[in-house]
């Protein structure tokens, strides 16, 4: 039985990054601020880029954001009409956000896209093998 005397003692363990970790950090953060110098990048062609998570690349633009390393160069809609950003190497600031889309223009393009769409079906007559020598006489 352990008394207030005899309590064991815990060693403080401080959490180290093994450098083989921290190399490969350092060398995704470097490969991707080159290629984002190069041309804008959503999310996910960063997360395809490096060849890791969208999960790990949503932390990573928070980390480098607030290292003010980028900031997001434009937005673009997406086909169901969401703003998509696109980010750059840089400490600028942030390109002003689409406003939203009013809901009557995205009710008409939706009705545009559904009649649009839509051609008359041709009737087939049912073609079962009863019925197959009215429609294709020998």
């Known amino acids: 039985m352990l008394t207030a005397n005899r309590l064991p003692t815990l060693a403080l363990v401080q ?3 093994p450098p083989s970790i921290m190399n490969r950090k350092e060398l995704l ?4 601020l080159e290629q984002l110098a190069i041309t804008p ?3 996910t062609e960063m997360a395809d ?3 890791v998570s969208v999960v790990f690349i949503a932390r990573y633009i928070t980390q480098l954001r607030d290292a003010k390393k980028i900031y997001i160069h434009h937005y ?3 086909p169901r009409h969401k703003p998509k950003s696109f980010y750059a190497t840089g400490d600028l600031p942030d390109a002003p956000e689409l406003p939203p889309i009013p809901q009557r223009e995205l009710q008409k393009k939706y009705r545009e896209q559904a009649h649009g769409n839509t051609k008359p079906k ?9 019925a197959s020598w009215m429609f294709n006489p020998k």
């Open 49 to 51: 880029f490096l060849g």
């Open 15 to 17: 959490r180290v990054t």
């Open 122 to 130: 041709k009737l087939m007559p049912r073609m079962d093998e009863a």
């Open 41 to 43: 990048m959503t999310r």
């Open 76 to 78: 673009e809609r997406t």
């Open 29 to 32: 953060q470097k490969k991707l």
